[in-house]
């Protein structure tokens, strides 16, 4: 709901489904700053690229929304501390080794590329961006190009890079 919010916001479409969409997530966001992925039992799980597609939104929004500001800030806070293991990002929550997920590390490069990131994260995270880029161009460098999951894995990494080139 968040993506199609920050859509609406950035066209200055109907307020009211914009702000439904953002108390809506933000009701949803747990004590630690996590989300769920879903509201379901089996969807009780928590992974590093939809928290990205979150934050993101959220970031989107955030010169519309002052409010977003805290959850943004406790979402930032619980994704840099949780959901990476020396600086190498998990792809679920309980996972106590990091992925090679190209997905996942085309999200976190995204996230860290973001303009509200670099105006407002007081952490140094060139360190992370260099691990996270090398870490992108070996998993494209072995990249299967028949795989059918090849297109999942392209879209992401491109616009990830492209954010991080802008």
Not at 70 to 96: C, E, H
Not at 99 to 115: E, K, W, Y
Request: aromatic share 10%; hydrophobic share 45%; with cysteine.
């Amino acid at each position: 709901n968040l993506l199609a919010a920050s859509v609406m916001s950035r066209l200055n479409g109907d307020k009211d489904k914009v702000n439904s969409a953002i108390s809506s997530s933000l009701n949803c966001q747990q004590s630690d700053g996590s989300w769920f992925y879903g509201e379901y039992e089996n969807l009780k799980w928590i992974d590093n690229f939809h928290t990205v597609y979150v934050l993101e939104a959220l970031m989107d929004m955030v010169a519309t929304e002052n409010e977003l500001e805290q959850g943004i800030a406790r979402g930032l806070d619980f994704w840099l501390k949780n959901m990476f293991v020396d600086n190498q990002p998990k792809y679920f929550l309980s996972d106590t080794n990091p992925t090679r997920d190209i997905n996942t590390l085309a999200s976190a490069i995204s996230l860290l590329s973001h303009p509200y990131v670099a105006s407002n994260l007081e952490l140094k995270t060139g360190e992370l961006m260099e691990v996270l880029l090398d870490q992108l161009m070996d998993a494209l460098s072995v990249l299967d190009w028949n795989q059918a999951k090849f297109r999942w894995d392209l879209a992401p990494a491109f616009l990830a890079l492209s954010k991080w080139e802008n």
